[in-house]
């Protein structure tokens, strides 16, 4: 079955470490993105790729680090540098709006919850 | 970079009745996109409805319409006969024709009550 997969599930980081997230999609889509879900705030941007090896940042890329080397693959790295990382954190996949002829629908990962500890 | 509002961060309705969200944008685009998505209680999101801005035409899905004004830049998500799998977090998007940069709104929590 084709989708979006992240993992893993649930993440604990110590306080100065760096963690990656990962997600993989084989919907064959250019797109892919990087949300951050807080209580009350929605989904703020983080990153997004429209295709290999490109990337810019969203609203909140600051702490934040992610690479485009294959199609398939988005991963995210949280850094040291992110304040308050504890959060939950959605990544997404689209065509490309070149391709998409109408309005593109994003797929979804079922989500990372990450927490300092 | 883009704005999306959804100023009632709750809501609630009775089953069978109909519920209006309000989504409100902010931009100096011409041709977007706009979509609503649903995330129940698992957390997965889902497509609700989408609407392209050049279209006149508001769209529909089953119990699912929007209310598109363009020149008012909102974008009302209308659920009819609600039943109680319609309970969740309720996001408006926005994305520009030519990019595929997606902003969301902060979210309409919505309880639909037996």
């Known amino acids: 079955d084709g989708g979006i997969t992240q993992s893993p599930k649930y993440l604990f980081r110590k306080e100065g470490q760096n963690v990656t997230l990962s997600c993989e999609q084989n919907l064959n889509h250019d797109a892919m993105y990087w949300y951050r879900q807080d209580p009350g705030q929605g989904l703020r941007l983080i990153y997004y790729?429209?295709?290999?090896?490109?990337?810019q940042k969203g609203d909140i890329a600051e702490g934040y680090s992610v690479s485009r080397e294959k199609k398939e693959s988005f991963p995210l790295t949280v850094t040291s540098a992110q304040k308050n990382p504890t959060a939950f954190y959605l990544c997404?996949?689209?065509?490309?709006?070149?391709?998409?002829?109408?309005?593109?629908?994003?797929?979804f990962g079922q989500g990372t919850r990450l927490t300092v500890v | 970079a883009q704005t999306v509002t959804q100023s009632q961060p709750e809501m609630s309705v009775q089953e069978a009745e109909t519920v209006t969200l309000s989504c409100t944008y902010d931009?100096?685009?011409?041709?977007?996109?706009l979509f609503w998505y649903k995330q129940p209680p698992s957390r997965q999101m889902i497509l609700v409805i989408r609407q392209e801005a050049y279209k006149q035409q508001n769209a529909t899905e089953n119990r699912f319409s929007v209310n598109f004004q363009k020149a008012a830049k909102s974008f009302s998500l209308k659920i009819s006969d609600s039943q109680l799998g319609d309970t969740a977090m309720y996001f408006c998007?926005?994305?520009?024709?030519?990019?595929?940069?997606?902003?969301f709104g902060a979210g309409t929590r919505l309880t639909v009550k037996p």
């Open positions: 790729s429209q295709i290999v090896n490109d990337f």
């Open positions: 997404a996949s689209s065509i490309s709006w070149l391709g998409a002829g109408g309005a593109p629908e994003a797929f």
């Open positions: 931009t100096s685009e011409n041709n977007y996109y």
């Open positions: 998007a926005f994305m520009k024709h030519n990019n595929n940069d997606m902003r």
